[in-house]
Nanobody
């Protein structure tokens, strides 16, 4: 069983900064990509940032230049540093982990999600 836990959300004023953390644990053999998604009220969940096991990153145009994702030394942790926040960044932020993990039938590649953390940005 694999657990993915996000932390660091909370209310922030426009122009402010926030750092989200995400840690994966459990029956993980190896982690490939880790990504950050967000879902604003009434909208679909969208990918905003991702990082490969080798450290390559990609960002959605809406956050490029303001958000930075990085992986911790232990490689099972990923961070999202959010600067110059705007009211339109208000959303629930989710961490996604693509990992090779043990299962009841052996092992395989799976996608795991965290429970989400709320980030309201006030104007």
């Amino acid at each position: 069983q694999v657990q993915v836990v996000e932390s660091g959300g909370g209310v922030v004023q426009a122009g402010g900064s926030l750092r989200l953390s995400c840690t994966a644990s459990g029956s993980i053999i190896s982690i490939n990509d880790m990504g950050w998604y967000r879902q604003a009220p009434g909208k679909q969940r969208e990918l905003i940032a991702s990082i490969t096991s080798g450290g390559s990153t990609n960002y959605a145009d809406s956050v490029k230049g303001r958000f930075t994702t990085s992986r911790g030394n232990a490689k099972n942790t990923v961070y999202l540093q959010m600067n110059s926040l705007k009211p339109e960044d208000t959303a629930v932020y989710y961490c996604n982990v693509l990992a090779h993990a043990l299962s009841r039938v052996g092992s395989g590649s799976y996608s795991f999600w965290g429970q989400g953390t709320q980030v309201p940005v006030s104007s």
